[in-house]
């Protein structure tokens, strides 16, 4: 069964430290992994995505990276800011229907206290 | 730039109401879909549509209906509300299909569902 899990659930940290968010996968075949932000009471915003021969990409102070042998991605947040506080949603789609279609991760709520 | 727009922000309806919460875009995308968030679940898509006059169905459509007169509106239709659609409905567009190698999938902000 196709699943995207991601930990830790919720994080608390504080305002300037660094955070990892992690999310394990099993969609097959794979096609792209994303994540977004999504900030409450607001839609998903794109972070990054990365297909299967990409292993790392930043966009500002968000790193990912990507593990398409053990089916892992990591976000990893570098000097955290108050805005940061948002929930991030791992998003996996598979290429193995015409359309393809996206798996989404429940969501890590992250909040960053100053 | 709007980006996808959707309408209302909020709404209360009782069951057995009738309802159409309104997605309009104005990138000249193909895709539209609309996605349902329950709390503590991942977003789960409704209806899709790859272009005017095609739709199909998603992964929960009991209940809803969807039509694609033209590229920009893609309209979700709730025929007879009950209260298990109680959710937040998200609205989302993208140039090709949504799943496929680096397409950008944009989201509306939103529509709070609440049904009595």
């Known amino acids: 069964k196709n699943q995207v899990e991601q930990s830790p659930q919720s994080l608390i940290i504080l305002e300037g430290k660094n955070c990892t968010l992690q999310c394990n996968y099993t969609v097959s075949p794979f096609s792209n992994l994303r994540w977004y932000k999504q900030d409450t009471g607001r839609g998903p915003v794109s972070l990054t995505i990365m297909t299967f021969s990409e292993n790392t990409k930043s966009n500002g102070r968000y790193t990912a990276t990507l593990d398409a042998d053990t089916k892992q991605s990591s976000l990893h947040i570098t000097a955290s800011q108050l805005s940061d506080s948002a929930s991030y949603i791992c998003?996996?789609?598979?290429?193995?229907?015409?359309?393809?279609?996206?798996?989404f991760g429940r969501g890590t709520q992250l909040t960053v206290w100053p | 730039n709007a980006g996808v727009t959707q309408t209302p922000k909020f709404q209360v309806l009782k069951t057995g109401q009738s309802m159409t919460l309104q997605c309009a875009q104005d990138?000249?995308?193909?895709?539209m879909s609309w996605y349902r968030q329950d709390p503590g679940m991942g977003l789960r898509l409704i209806h899709y549509?790859?272009?005017?006059?095609?739709?199909d169905q998603g992964e929960v459509p009991n209940g809803y209906n969807v039509s694609r007169s033209t590229t920009e509106d893609f309209p979700l239709r709730l025929l007879s509300a009950a209260p298990s659609q109680t959710s937040v409905y998200f609205c989302?567009?993208?140039?090709?299909?949504?799943?496929?190698?680096?397409?950008?999938?944009?989201f509306g902000q939103g529509t709070r569902l609440t049904v009595v």
């Open positions: 549509s790859v272009g005017a006059g095609i739709t």
């Open positions: 990138m000249n995308h193909e895709y």
């Open positions: 989302a567009s993208s140039y090709s299909f949504i799943a496929s190698g680096n397409t950008e999938a944009f």
């Open positions: 998003v996996v789609s598979d290429r193995g229907s015409t359309l393809g279609r996206l798996y």
